[in-house]
T-cell receptor
Framework: AQRVTQPEKLLSVFKGAPVELKCNYS??????LFWYVQYSRQRLQLLLR??SRESIKGFTADLNKGETSFHLKKPFAQEEDSAMYYC?????????????FGAGTILRVKS | DTGVSQNPRHKITKRGQNVTFRCDPI?????LYWYRQTLGQGPEFLTY??????LEKSRLLSDRFSAERPKGSFSTLEIQRTEQGDSAMYLC?????WGTGELFFGEGSRLTVL
């Protein structure tokens, strides 16, 4: 069964500190992995996808198939990064692109 | 284009009543998804449409739940004989079949069953 695990409910860091939001998945194949973000009073939106291999707002994420992880990292946290972050998985073998989400991690960046 | 639109944004109802939520996707998007989110959890997949065809339903979608997408445009999600356990945020999302795989979400409809 497809499953996404985000072990931390809350991650609190100081401004300028490095950030790592953990995501582990279970999937028997090669999934597509995503990070979605929800800022206060805004809708859920895509932050980045592993296929793109891009950095968005200073965030990067590397798919590690050996460890079945897709951790989100940023070297220097900003206050505007405070939000709820969801890791999500979709199966390229299944029609429909539906996403399986983790429970989410609240990132709080303190000044 | 204002993105995916959902209404009502909030609905309070008594147990046993029926409720209906509406979702208007981004106009050129042919896929439409419904998710449910409860406190402390990520969104859980309920069902999705490609154009007017409902292609997949989750086991979470009991017989009391029905979704439609007539003419492949807006969609409705109806919950009959609501129960307190139905209290949740119901999220709608849309995407293109041949897009990047990105789902565009609405702001959600929050249901409270008393």
């Amino acid at each position: 069964a497809q499953r996404v695990t985000q072990p931390e409910k809350l991650l609190s860091v100081f401004k300028g500190a490095p950030v790592e939001l953990k995501c582990n998945y279970s999937y028997s194949g090669s999934p597509e992995l995503f990070w979605y973000v929800q800022y206060s009073r805004q809708r859920l939106q895509l932050l980045l996808r592993h296929i793109s291999r891009e950095s968005i707002k200073g965030f990067t994420a590397d798919l590690n198939k050996g460890e079945t992880s897709f951790h989100l990292k940023k070297p220097f946290a900003q206050e505007e990064d405070s939000a709820m972050y969801y890791c999500a998985l979709s199966s390229p073998l299944e029609y429909g692109n539906k996403l399986v989400f983790g429970a989410g991690t609240i990132l709080r960046v303190k000044s | 284009d204002t993105g995916v639109s959902q209404n009502p944004r909030h609905k309070i109802t008594k147990r046993g009543q029926n409720v209906t939520f509406r979702c208007d996707p981004i106009s050129e998007h042919n896929r439409l998804y419904w998710y449910r989110q409860t406190l402390g959890q990520g969104p859980e997949f309920l069902t999705y449409f490609q154009n007017e065809a409902q292609l997949e339903k989750s086991r979470l979608l009991s017989d009391r739940f029905s979704a439609e997408r007539p003419k492949g445009s807006f969609s409705t999600l109806e919950i009959q004989r609501t129960e307190q356990g139905d209290s949740a945020m119901y999220l709608c999302a849309s995407s293109l079949v041949w897009g990047t795989g990105e789902l565009f979400f609405g702001e959600g409809s929050r249901l409270t069953v008393l």
